[in-house]
């Protein structure tokens, strides 16, 4: 049973990760809704085989139990809508993070058109792409379809040609895939999703019927030659994903029912809480959601109005760290770890984390380990992002573009020790440029409020107005190719009551100016030696500014940070830093 819109209602919002379930739970306070309270449990439980239905009745076993309300019956069954002595919820929505990457097969004509879009589609949800068919590939029809068999896809994906445009070679690759299919075992048979030209869409289905997992059809993500439209396409293919999870989970479909069929794929409600946001905060905002878990790291930017949305599997703190070494070498982690660690002590660590998920860090070693595995997992997914954005978007020294706010979700970074480490974790992995607003989702939310607004539209607007977002720092990044050393930035605060605070920045370094969270200050900034706040180089900006955990930080390091080649001398760098932010 799905929630009504009404204000009023009760809303559960169950969160199915890898490693965690999360049951929140969003009602009426003083006539606005706000978060209550959330329970977690183990995802896999000491079931065999794992149930992730029982997960989420734990998770909200743990829910009632803080909120002191019950909300299932003595059977363990969810009481839905709310009762008339108040037990239960009036609705429930749910997002899946949980599950390996689905093994997926592009299919396109030109390879710098429709096989370029459809692999971009593929990487905005949880899919590792395990082989690439065009036009122009080289490779007999029969070595094509081994090729599929081989990998034994979840998922495949099919676009080409503009509306109106090519069919004969389309139909070709249809044929491809329908045989490749055919062969697999009934059980192993991959869903397609076709996005090509729209004139052969009823003859897909026919084609493909009978030999796939499933069939869906959605518009043109290149209807014509210089227009990419991949917003049907994505929404079919969250759907679409749910279905491949369920047939690898069951039990799945008992979750489906209870949510009236509202499930959707984390990263798929994240990238509408993005383009949400990005309406909240006010046009022309260019906002950036950043999730780290044990499954994938995922980054939403909204731009002008376009979510571009962007999910790594191979770089979530999980099962995917098995493989991590494939894409950056050892001494890529390296460069961010704090303490003396020979290659063999992070090799070691990133297999502990493969076999223990959950695992917790818990001397200052595995800490630094852990802190300098997110750090490079975020600039990594930082570059693959940039390079994936559309060219009008790039800087110069691959520099992210300005957002402003930046939003960061995942136990990783909320479970820092201090509120430096989680500055530092963010500031060292994204490195954002100019001026901007760096807050925290402590809680877990922004991907559940993104389902919530699927029957819901109200529910995430007030829940944000309530301080579902913790404010970690005003960030202020000049850049510019200075010595190090030389003053970079001069910066006067001003606060309400008259108090003024003057610094001067030199390149390479951290500077934090305390402003107490929620206060409202005016901030002075004036480039010095031809440096950069965002405007042009040297021209100075005067901007109203508010008050966070972390007051106002000048980070005046460089962009991109460079970090010294010597060890020892990296390490103490690390160390200053530290000191600097947490005072």
Do not use: C
């Not at 000491?46 to 998770?59: D, K, R, W």
Request: glycine fraction near 8%; hydrophobic fraction near 45%; avoid cysteine.
């Amino acid at each position: 049973m799905a929630a009504s819109t009404v204000e009023g209602n009760s809303l559960l919002t169950l969160d199915v990760g890898a490693v965690t379930t999360r049951a929140a739970l969003f009602d009426v306070v003083e006539g606005r809704y706000r978060f209550v309270g959330m329970g977690k449990a183990p995802t896999t439980s000491a079931t065999n085989p794992p149930n992730i239905v029982l997960g989420a009745q734990l998770a909200i076993e743990n829910l009632q139990s803080m909120i002191s309300k019950p909300l299932m019956d003595e059977e363990g069954r969810l009481l839905v809508p709310s009762q008339p002595d108040g037990s239960g919820v009036d609705g429930v929505v749910t997002i899946l993070s949980a599950g390996a990457a689905l093994k997926t097969v592009v299919v396109g004509l030109l390879a710098d058109v429709s096989l370029k879009s459809v692999e971009t589609l593929a990487q905005t949800t949880y899919a590792r792409i395990v082989e690439r068919i065009g036009l122009n590939d080289s490779r007999r029809l029969d070595e094509q379809v081994n090729a599929i068999v081989r990998q034994s896809p979840d998922l495949i994906l099919v676009a080409g040609g503009v509306d109106g445009g090519a069919q004969q070679s389309l139909r070709n690759l249809i044929e491809t895939v329908g045989l490749a299919s055919y062969l697999l075992p009934e059980s192993r048979r991959p869903a397609v999703l076709y996005a090509g030209n729209a004139a052969l869409r009823e003859e897909v289905k026919a084609s493909l019927a009978g030999t796939a997992f499933k069939v869906q059809t959605v518009a043109n993500i290149r209807p014509a030659l210089e227009v990419e439209d991949l917003v049907p396409a994505q929404r079919e293919l969250s759907r679409l994903v749910i279905d491949i999870r369920q047939r690898e989970m069951p039990e799945l479909e008992e979750l489906r029912t209870l949510s009236g069929g509202v499930i959707l794929p984390s990263a798929f409600a994240q990238g509408r809480m993005a383009r949400f946001l990005a309406s909240y905060y006010g046009e022309g905002k260019n906002v950036l959601s950043v999730d780290i878990g044990a499954s994938a790291v995922s980054m939403a930017a909204s731009m002008e109005a376009v979510v571009h949305l962007n999910v790594f599997p191979h770089l979530g703190l999980g099962e995917g760290l098995s493989g991590l070494l494939q894409h950056f070498p050892v001494e890529d982690i390296l460069r961010w770890v704090s303490v003396e660690a020979p290659e063999e002590t992070v090799r070691s660590y990133l297999y502990q984390k493969v076999l223990y998920p959950s695992f917790v860090p818990a001397t200052v070693e595995e800490l630094a380990l852990e802190h300098a595995l997110i750090k490079q997992n975020l600039f990594t997914a930082t570059q693959l992002m940039l390079q994936r954005l559309p060219r009008r978007f790039r800087s110069r020294g691959g520099m992210l573009p300005s957002f402003e706010p930046i939003l960061v979700s995942g136990t990783p970074i909320s479970a820092a020790p201090t509120q430096g480490q989680k500055l530092l974790l963010v500031l060292d992995g994204l490195q954002p440029v100019g001026i901007t607003t760096l807050a925290l989702d402590t809680h877990n939310l922004l991907a559940m409020l993104g389902a919530a607004a699927e029957v819901n539209p109200l529910l995430p607007v007030q829940a944000l107005d309530s301080g579902a977002l913790s404010n970690l720092a005003t960030v202020i990044v000049p850049t510019g190719s200075l010595k190090l050393g030389t003053p970079m930035l001069r910066a006067k605060l001003i606060q309400e009551d008259g108090t003024e605070t003057t610094t001067e920045v030199n390149m390479g370094n951290l500077q934090v100016m305390p402003l107490a969270n929620g206060k409202i200050a005016r901030l002075q900034l004036r480039p010095l030696n031809r440096a950069d706040v965002g405007l042009g180089v040297g021209r100075a900006l005067e901007v109203d500014v508010t008050g966070s955990e972390m007051g106002i930080v000048i980070d005046a390091r460089g962009r991109p940070l460079q970090l010294p080649a010597d060890a020892p001398a990296r390490i103490a760098l690390h160390k200053k830093w530290l000191k600097t932010v947490e005072g």
